[in-house]
């Protein structure tokens, strides 16, 4: 067991390929997204029942153990949130090592 | 006015408002949202594949070539006089939004107009599915560019602008891209291609399109609830009766610029209805995934609930009747 | 002998089986959740939309009315009974729970045995759609109102009880909503609409039906199992053998019931059987999803387990065949 | 990075309106919801199977970063959980703020 | 050269490229997952179902009992050179998952192959569906029986070995099951039951493919886009150049093979080429599936990859109208 | 309230049943398990778009409150984890009673 923080991020369908990108170019060891989920927050409901998946989110988990990349991580998605919305939680957890 | 009551018998506009009333009485009636955008994914293919065989089948001349010239002009003008309209009481990032979305077409709207020509017994050609899939890119670009060139500096640096993935969402966005294709290869494989694909792209299409339509309803129904709900958030504020006006407005005075040119052009009877439809209505799928894509600024509370919860529904009930009567009485 | 074995020949109720052997045999075989939805919602519009066509067609008489009216009290009727008779040994929340779900109707025994007397070449007539969509409600709303007021008081407060909720339970429930819905606008459009949708609506029927069941066999089959392994939870303690002998003796029961209005009302052979069926089927898709919200103390391990796993399968292969063969010797 | 709490929910699907509600009425400031889970507990398997969205859970996360909203959110959650089952498990988190 | 340029002009066909495009432009087009997987189970459930009433129709004698064992024979055979010829240039695992993918077969191919001899009026036997169906398993347990015996020891120790879940994952795999059922099935309710289910079964076939292949497409265009990048993890020092080569060598000469046990049973010109493009194809469903369980060391970006994006395209866009060519050339 | 670990396991969708029944077998008290979801780690991208469900990963969410319990089912996961890969985190909660 390695201590690790978990970032977890929700933001919206469209600007996930574009998260996922961010994600790849900051060097993140990987994560695990989980499509079509719904939400609200400060801007509104969104129900996740449009054609152009224009009203559903996304969530997407990252572990990590070394804090200067969990640092860039955070500096390369900010300025999508403040563009777009969505929230950004960073907790403590164990990673098992296998 | 008889015309109105057939529209209305229509199986296809009693499942929207079967679907609208299913939100006003809280019914948990819902369509699940991938056998929707399955459905979504097949009028595009059965309209792209018909309107690609029909082109094969019919000669393509100068006057083809000028009409969809002038649909592709259309498309380009209509953000621009749109977004200097609400740019005064509306955020720049907003009003491009609409400006792109009523630039652009439904395809819905189209395919309804299609069949309610049908059952009037009126003939329509082939190729302004051409036009249809023509229109929907450059309304997306116009809106950016509008956009682009008077937002403040401040929001423009923020967001570095990038030709190719403009023209990328504009050309290869997932509706654009499929309705295209399916021409093509309507296009390529001709009579004998439909032959082999005639009882899912004709037989069903008028059944499917009851089942989408029907979750038409209820999305829209939504976002008109939501709508008026003034709460929370960046929703608040809004100029609420200016947007139901405009989405009223907008759909009416492009129908007129599209009887007029289609005056001009000397277009038949229901090749002009559905070219008046085709400027006349509002984008709902293309548009809101490339706006936001391109201007995530912009409220989809606020672009998206006029296109699809009020203008959509207009168009439907009673705009292409209205546009009929007008057509005939003038043309 | 003959008409069991036709019914066993036909491919739904074979691939209804395929489906229990999938899961006999631990195959990874599932339809996907969605498109299992989208069919059972396919199923439901296509039902009521000929069933609404069949009653523009006819003329409704005071015999068809008499006929409506016998089904909902029959309806109402059956949970207070099943109710008092299960009290004495479940909790009060499960016996009002089967109670509602043996009251209301499972649509694909209906249309199943639709399907078996065309293949028989047995005529029935379309208002029994209409009663099929009347008879969910009643059942619901009595087995609520059975458990309020014979529950323990305070498990009463705990759940407090709003007439609202329960009339939107039971009339504005996805299933029962979209039936009722399809049939009024099959009603309205009528034959010209049916043109409209017809290879959608009666072409796929039978084929998209198979493929429906296939689910439902692995459904159910995964209920029986979990059902038999009496596990940890709440299932503890729950009397199997009650359960089971229920789940085969209330349909029977049942079935005489409604064979006995058969006859009162004097209906034809085909019709008696339909109007069998009904009285005979117990719900496993509008009442479950009522139970939830209204009744969540009850379990589904109990009540949907019955009707999913024992008596719609003992119906659909039995059951139907039985009530027909019954109805011939008696009416 | 502001510290909050982590609200996570798991309860079945037909109840997942009437938490929602519960939640707005609280007033939350926001959640999100993954549709369409499966999973065990006291009360059996639970496979996400049937018609009816009866045997599916759903996974609700609220973000909240004020204590006393917390409270107010776990005592309307409770009874909930009490009648229909289903878990609620809070944990630390730090929000980015954007 | 006119059989490469009618396969090329068939809707299906077409629809793949489309898909190919779509990830090349980098469009968003996609088939939502659970709409391709239901439109997977269609296919499966209507070739079978085809099949199955085929071989009511016909006959089964002597020879085609031949054809039969024949076809699991080479099933069985090719994994095991397939296996040796690669063990020494790649990891056991991956050997062993390549040969099994290798023996079984693409249900895809062999409809398009189907469809292309409907094209091009040539006829074809019923029982040939039975003899895809049976070519699944064979290979499934070869791959795994020759990784058991030939992967160093502690490996072996490691992953427990269960012919129980072996034979469960062979025979009862999602795939396999479904197709042998709904011939069964087919087979028991014979031209009656075909009547019911016609137009979902034979009338949407060729629709729906198109759909189907525009999904495969896509899911093939972006493993060979992964599978150029050589990148992070696993994919890493994977000998690209062989595994391309491998792709396209092991179709061919698995084509030569068939076509040599073609010509032994004296076969059609239509049943030889649908026993060619058995052999010549690879799975990528099936066996996928079986290996993610009893061989998860296999890289699937090798295995799946070889079979999806390089033998697959091959097969349908040059193989089927070469082997046919060839089959008319030597038989 | 009451303490407790959260276990949070990503592993790929055919996977899934062999991990279920492990938790079974080790006592695990529920599990909850959202299915379909994207990812991306040291073997590459999951892109949750092949037919065999092949590409697709699983997240499995598991609240123990007995310490010897995590234990058994972290040993148990382990082995698999090897095998095909994935990833375990672990970390601290609070288990709302009801
Ligand atoms: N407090 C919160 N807790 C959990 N999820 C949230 C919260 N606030 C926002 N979200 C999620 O983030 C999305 C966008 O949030 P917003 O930009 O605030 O509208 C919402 O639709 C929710 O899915
Ligand atoms: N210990 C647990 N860990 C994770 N999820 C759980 C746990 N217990 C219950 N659940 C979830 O909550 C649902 C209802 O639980 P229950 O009411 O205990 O049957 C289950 O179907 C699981 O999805
Ligand atoms: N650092 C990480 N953070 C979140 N999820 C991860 C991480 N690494 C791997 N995963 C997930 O685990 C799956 C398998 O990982 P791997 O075995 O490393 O390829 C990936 O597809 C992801 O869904
Ligand atoms: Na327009
Ligand atoms: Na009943
Ligand atoms: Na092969």
């Known amino acids: 067991m390695k201590p690790c923080k978990r970032i977890e991020i929700v933001i919206e369908t469209p600007m996930a390929q574009t998260l996922t990108e961010l994600l790849r170019q900051a060097g993140a060891p990987g994560f695990t997204l989980v499509p079509e989920v719904r939400g609200a927050g400060d801007r509104g409901e969104r129900r996740a029942d449009e054609l152009s998946g224009d009203s559903s989110n996304c969530l997407v988990l990252i572990a990590c153990d070394d804090q200067a990349m969990v640092d860039t991580i955070l500096e390369a998605v900010r300025p999508l949130l403040s563009r777009s919305g969505g929230i950004c939680l960073v907790s403590e957890a164990q990673w098992l090592r296998h | ?331």
């Open chain 2, 1 to 331: 006015m008889s015309v109105f009551l057939s529209n209305l018998g229509s199986p296809p506009l009693l499942f929207f408002f079967l679907g609208v009333i299913a939100v006003v009485v809280r019914s948990d009636l819902e369509i699940p949202a991938q056998a929707a955008k399955f459905l979504s994914l097949y009028l595009l293919f059965a309209i792209g594949f018909k309107g690609g065989v029909a082109l094969a089948e019919s000669n393509i001349d100068g006057g083809v070539l000028l009409t969809l010239l002038v649909a592709v002009a259309m498309s380009a003008l209509v953000p621009v006089y749109t977004f200097f309209l609400l740019k005064k009481r509306l955020s720049t990032a907003d009003a491009a939004a609409i400006a792109a979305t009523y630039g652009s077409v439904s395809a819905v709207t189209f395919v309804t107009a299609a069949g309610y020509l049908d059952m009037q017994g009126v003939a329509w050609s082939g190729y302004l599915v051409a036009a249809m899939a023509l229109m929907e890119s450059p309304a997306i670009i116009m809106g950016i560019v509008l956009y682009k060139r008077y937002a403040s500096s401040d929001v423009a640096v923020a967001s570095p602008f990038s030709w190719r993935q403009l023209l990328s969402e504009s050309l290869f966005n997932a509706s654009v891209f499929l309705i295209l294709g399916s021409m093509l290869i309507g296009w390529i494989t001709g009579p004998a291609g439909m032959s082999q694909v005639e009882p899912l792209v004709k037989g069903l299409f008028l059944g499917l399109l009851c089942l989408f339509l029907l979750d038409m309803g209820i999305v829209a129904a939504r976002r008109f609830r939501d709508f008026r709900q003034v709460g929370a958030g960046r929703h608040k504020g809004q100029p609420v009766s200016l947007m139901v006006g405009a989405a009223l407005a907008i759909p009416v005075f492009n129908a007129l610029l599209g009887l007029g040119a289609a005056a001009l052009l000397g277009l038949s009877e229901g090749d002009a209805l559905l070219l008046i439809v085709l400027v006349a209505s509002g984008s709902y799928i293309a548009v809101p995934a490339a706006m936001r894509l391109a201007l995530p600024e912009a409220n989809p509370g606020t672009y998206l609930t006029m296109s699809l919860a009020i203008t959509f529904p207009f168009n439907l009930l009673l705009g292409i009747p209205a546009y009929h009567a007008l057509t005939r009485w003038l043309l």
